[in-house]
């Protein structure tokens, strides 16, 4: 079923015809790789802790299941869900970038996915849309490989909220009554961030308090993401400013 115009489906075949057989490929690899992208990303919204195997489970009933047969869609899931789980109370020492992570846990889901490596301590970036092959970042390929070798990690960013939550603590530490004011009005519906921020410009030496308290929350934040998950940093996190 569609609701768009033969026409229009007969000049759109066109167009696609005029590309050469080498732009078509790049095409359809690059819509193949965004829809798994997205799958993915729904699957760890729904479950941010969500295993490799569950991941490949998704992954094959969205794009699969309908070529196979019930009792052979689950041998199939069945062994997509091999893994191998890490035992209960052990840690993974990582020398983890913590510029890197802070990054990736304030960052806006719509950009990109991030994962941590645990071997390198880096989070590589999956960005929400690929132009080509040659864009930066990770391919599907090697992101699949990590996953499945426990060697990478989804990190879920906080979330606006979180980081509201931390403007409005800070504005609770605010003594003077008029700047507290202001930023009590700043947090007052949309735009909340931008008009923060634009307060604390006036006031320098409250805008360097406050990069010191977020840097504070941001680093506990990232210690209990990597508590929760058994990771133990080799590495300590920068110094607030």
């Not at 009792?71 to 993974?92: C, F, H, M, Y």
């Not at 990690?153 to 609770?172: C, K, N, Q």
Request: charged fraction near 30%.
């Amino acid at each position: 079923m569609t609701d768009t115009p033969p026409e229009v489906m007969q000049r759109y075949r066109a167009m696609l015809l005029e590309r050469s057989p080498e732009e078509r490929l790049k095409m359809g690899c690059s819509m193949g790789a965004t829809a798994r992208i997205l799958v993915r990303a729904s699957v760890l919204a729904q479950d941010p802790h969500a295993s490799p195997a569950a991941v490949r489970r998704a992954l094959f009933l969205r794009f699969y299941s309908h070529e196979f047969q019930v009792v052979e869609q689950e041998n199939i899931l069945v062994r997509l869900g091999q893994d191998e789980p890490r035992p209960a109370g052990s840690t993974k020492r990582v020398p983890v970038n913590w510029d890197d992570l802070e990054m990736a846990l304030t960052s806006n889901q719509g950009e990109g996915t991030c994962y941590l490596d645990l071997e390198t301590g880096e989070v590589r970036i999956v960005p929400t849309t690929r132009v080509d092959d040659d864009d930066a970042g990770p391919s599907e390929d090697e992101i699949d490989a990590g996953l499945d070798a426990g060697r990478l990690i989804h990190v879920e960013p906080l979330g606006s909220e979180i980081e509201y939550r931390w403007m409005a603590d800070f504005t609770g530490t605010v003594s003077n009554a008029r700047l507290r004011g202001r930023l009590e009005g700043a947090l007052d519906g949309r735009g909340a961030f931008r008009r923060f921020k634009n307060v604390l410009l006036y006031f320098p030496a409250e805008r360097e308090r406050w990069f010191a308290f977020r840097d504070e929350r941001l680093h506990a934040a990232a210690r209990e993401w990597l508590g929760e998950l058994g990771i133990e940093p080799t590495t300590a996190p920068p110094a607030s400013r």
